[in-house]
C-alpha cells in the first residue's frame, strides 16, 4: 500500500464547476497534510495546509480532512482553465525529522 | 521577499561526469530539504538540513550523491559520476518550523545523456 494515494486523472471539469479532489493516507501518525500545484515543466506551489478535522477555506480553495478515515480532499470552486495543473497531495511524516511524502497527483483539465 | 532559488535551471551533462547543484533558501528558513522528480511521480525525499547540520538522507541517496549546507545558508548537492537513471527535477525546499509548509524553489532539470 502506497503511504499517499491519490487517483491519477485526468479529471475533467467544465469552468464554473467544482472540482473535488481526493486523497488517501496510511500513516495514522500524520498531523499536517498539504496540497500543492504543479503546473507542467513547473515545481510545485503550496495553496492549502490542513492540521485539523474538518474544512479550511481560503477563497475558492477548501481543504477537508478526516483523520479517522485517513482522508483529506480539495475542493476547488469555480473553476477556472488556469486551475488545469497536477495537484499533489502531501503528508508530513514524522519519524524523528519532518519530510513530506507526496501522492503521484491528480491531473486536473478545466475546459472552456 | 524572494522565495527560494535554485541554480541552474536546466543541466544536460554526459554519463559519467559530477554536476553540482546550488540552492538558496528563503531568508531566516533554518530548515533545507532536497527532493528529487520523475515524469508523472511526485517529489521523493533525499536529504535534510536543520541548519549547517545534515539530520537525515533517504535511501535514495547513493554514495555518489553528497549535499552541504556551509555556515547553515545556501546547499549543494552534488552527483559524481552520473547515470542516466539521475535525470530527473531535483528540487529544493525551505520551511521556518518543524511543522512548517516547505517552499519550493523552481527546480534544476537534469538530462544525463
Known amino acids: 500500500q502506497k503511504e499517499v494515494e491519490q487517483n491519477s486523472g485526468p479529471l475533467s471539469v467544465p469552468e464554473g464547476a467544482i472540482a473535488s479532489l481526493n486523497c488517501t493516507y496510511s500513516d495514522r501518525v500524520s498531523q499536517s497534510f498539504f496540497w500543492y500545484r504543479q503546473y507542467s515543466g513547473k515545481s510545485p506551489e503550496l495553496i492549502m495546509s490542513i492540521y485539523s478535522n474538518g474544512d479550511k477555506e481560503d477563497g475558492r480553495f477548501t481543504a477537508q480532512l478526516n483523520k479517522a478515515s485517513q482522508y483529506v480532499s480539495l475542493l476547488i470552486r469555480d473553476s477556472q482553465p488556469s486551475d488545469s495543473a497536477t495537484y499533489l497531495c502531501?503528508?508530513?511524516?514524522?519519524?524523528?525529522?519532518?519530510?513530506?511524502?507526496f501522492g503521484t497527483g491528480t491531473r486536473l483539465l478545466v475546459s472552456p | 521577499d524572494t522565495g527560494v532559488s535554485q541554480d541552474p535551471r536546466h543541466k544536460i551533462t554526459k554519463r559519467g561526469q559530477n554536476v553540482t547543484f546550488r540552492c538558496d533558501p528563503i531568508?531566516?528558513?533554518?530548515?533545507l530539504y532536497w527532493y528529487r522528480q520523475t515524469l508523472g511521480q511526485g517529489p521523493e525525499f533525499l536529504t535534510y538540513f536543520q541548519n549547517e547540520a545534515q539530520l537525515e538522507k533517504s535511501r535514495l541517496l547513493s554514495d555518489r550523491f553528497s549535499a552541504e549546507r556551509p555556515k547553515g545558508s545556501f546547499s549543494t548537492l552534488e552527483i559524481q559520476r552520473t547515470e542516466q537513471g539521475d535525470s530527473a527535477m531535483y528540487l529544493c525546499a525551505s520551511s521556518l518550523a518543524p511543522e512548517g509548509e516547505q517552499f519550493f524553489g523552481p527546480g534544476t532539470r537534469l538530462t544525463v545523456l
Open positions: 531568508s531566516e528558513h533554518n530548515r
Open positions: 502531501a503528508i508530513l511524516q514524522n519519524t524523528g525529522f519532518q519530510k513530506l511524502v
